[in-house]
């Protein structure tokens, strides 16, 4: 009786000892963590996914690959994040745009609220009107009038169809009464490069992606989108105060994981995305790139989401925007 009494015993401590350990091994993360981007290298939300990954890697003691697959404004990385098992491992990273696709495009091959589980806002950011440093447009106004004078003439450069870049850019040729032609890109970066090559005499792009290529003299910013200036660039005037009255559109970015994912790593992914969203070096970075950090709640991601896609559904109809 004693032997077996034993034996029961080390059974049970065996045995709670392993829970413990299995336990230990699965506590969130314990091994890398993907965060898919909708674009290339370079871009705003690939400069914004590798600043979040650097210190939520220091912050957990886990890699985080960096996972860029651009194409179809952001649908072609969005599919693969549904697609993918809903444990935490697999995240993204997308733009303001991902409120607006299904009012592009007829049919998507996923549900924008239903196959999403929002985790944090972290961070917003105006677009900007560029220009390359030569360029003989000095203001807004000026594209304005040349637009105006000869229709369809001028062409601009984005960074996908149904991306913020891409709305900002249809929003003024819808306000401001021009027509100029739309040149989408698998990003922002070609977009951008392609502006300094003198290939598109135009681009509405991210302060972050276009931050470096100002200061170096590239390019010009000839407007920003928003209703008020950036702070990081406190001369350049909004296009609504230089040409456009009522003219606004920014850009934000949030982290999404797949539907059906666990309370718990929902908790830990947003308290740590909202920690390192705060972090010194997180937000000295994002504030010089002329990024407002954020690091929200997830309801307050998911309600944003909701509300842009109110917000610009009934805009997008009546100005005729369109993917091409």
């Not at 890398?32 to 290298?41: A, E």
């Not at 709305?167 to 040729?173: A, I, Q, T």
């Not at 021009?178 to 070609?190: F, H, L, R």
């Amino acid at each position: 009786m004693v032997a077996y009494l034993r034996a029961f015993l080390t059974a049970i401590v065996l045995a709670t000892l392993g829970a413990a350990e299995a336990q230990a091994q699965d506590a969130y993360p314990s091994r890398p963590v993907h965060i898919i981007v909708p674009y290339p290298p370079g871009g705003a939300v690939d400069i914004v996914a590798r600043t979040l990954g650097d210190e939520l890697s220091r912050r957990w003691g886990q890699s985080i690959v960096i996972d860029n697959r651009p194409g179809a404004g952001g649908i072609i990385a969005e599919q693969a994040l549904v697609q993918s098992p809903p444990d935490g491992y697999t995240l993204i990273i997308v733009a303001s745009g991902h409120a607006l696709l299904s009012h592009f495009y007829d049919k998507l091959p996923y549900d924008t609220f239903r196959d999403f589980t929002p985790i944090s806002l972290i961070g917003s950011s105006p677009n900007m009107l560029l220009v390359r440093a030569d360029s003989r447009f000095k203001s807004v106004g000026e594209v304005i009038a040349a637009a105006r004078a000869k229709p369809g003439q001028l062409a601009y450069g984005h960074a996908g169809n149904g991306t913020s870049p891409y709305l900002s850019g249809e929003l003024f040729k819808y306000m401001a009464k021009i027509e100029i032609t739309s040149v989408p890109y698998k990003g922002g970066a070609p977009a951008l490069a392609d502006l300094i090559g003198g290939y598109v005499p135009l681009t509405f792009n991210n302060i972050p992606e276009s931050l470096g290529q100002i200061q170096a003299g590239a390019v010009r910013s000839l407007g920003v989108t928003t209703a008020v200036r950036s702070p990081a660039l406190p001369d350049v005037p909004t296009i609504a105060e230089a040409a456009v009255p009522g003219y606004d559109c920014g850009v934000w970015w949030g982290l999404l994981a797949p539907a059906g994912l666990s309370a718990d790593v929902k908790a830990i992914l947003a308290k740590d995305t909202g920690a390192v969203v705060g972090a010194p070096t997180v937000r000295a970075k994002l504030l010089q790139l002329g990024a407002t950090p954020i690091g929200s709640t997830p309801e307050v991601l998911g309600k944003l989401i909701r509300d842009d896609y109110d917000k610009w559904g009934p805009i997008i109809k009546a100005a005729g925007i369109k993917v091409d």
